[in-house]
């Protein structure tokens, strides 16, 4: 479970790094064409990205109810 702890974290760091990121280039890259690859890439991948992260901490929970009921 401690690879699954770690991958989540490191997802998550991720993306906070990536968030910030993005901040930054909205504030200079504001035009027709960043609304578009805001509503079509970004917006659909951070509903993935914070899926993913809420399923994978439910993933951690379960795989750690199971060790403890095998023990």
Do not use: C, H
Request: glycine residues 2%; without cysteine; positive net charge.
């Amino acid at each position: 479970m401690t690879n699954l702890n770690t991958t989540i974290a490191q997802l998550d760091t991720a993306w906070k790094t990536l968030r910030q990121r993005w901040e930054t280039t909205k504030a200079v890259w504001n035009d027709p064409v960043r609304w578009d690859f805001e509503k079509e890439y970004w917006t659909p991948l951070e509903g993935q990205v914070l899926s993913t992260q809420r399923e994978m901490e439910r993933l951690a929970q379960v795989i750690a109810q199971a060790r403890r009921n095998v023990l």
